[in-house]
């Protein structure tokens, strides 16, 4: 049961992180090291772009461990792979291609 608890905090924190970093990507690249500059540094539109993808393949990846555990059901999480697999690929090549 402490371990179920546990795991569900762990996860409640990880979304939270990663939905930090999808909408307000700049300050999460900034988180802790802020100190570093002088100025606001400038971030290309392309790290931008490269951060809240990978903070949706994040949640994504998340979502896939709960179904997983909670529902004990390999055809959601398979699923759930699948479409995983194909943002991945449909994402990559946009992003690749600005």
Do not use: C
């Not at 606001?40 to 998340?62: A, D, H, M």
């Not at 059901?73 to 946009?94: H, P, Q």
Request: cysteine-free; hydrophobic content about 55%.
């Amino acid at each position: 049961m402490a371990e179920t608890i546990f795991s569900i905090i762990l996860l409640i924190f990880f979304y939270g992180a990663f939905i930090f970093t999808y909408f307000y990507p700049v300050e999460s690249l900034l988180l802790g090291r802020r100190w570093q500059f002088k100025e606001e540094p400038r971030f290309s539109n392309g790290r931008i772009l490269f951060t809240k993808y990978l903070s949706i393949i994040g949640i994504f990846v998340l979502t896939i461990i709960s179904v997983r555990a909670i529902l004990d059901s390999y055809f959601f999480s398979n699923l759930l792979i699948i479409i995983l697999i194909f943002y991945i690929i449909i994402r990559g090549y946009k992003l690749l291609s600005k």
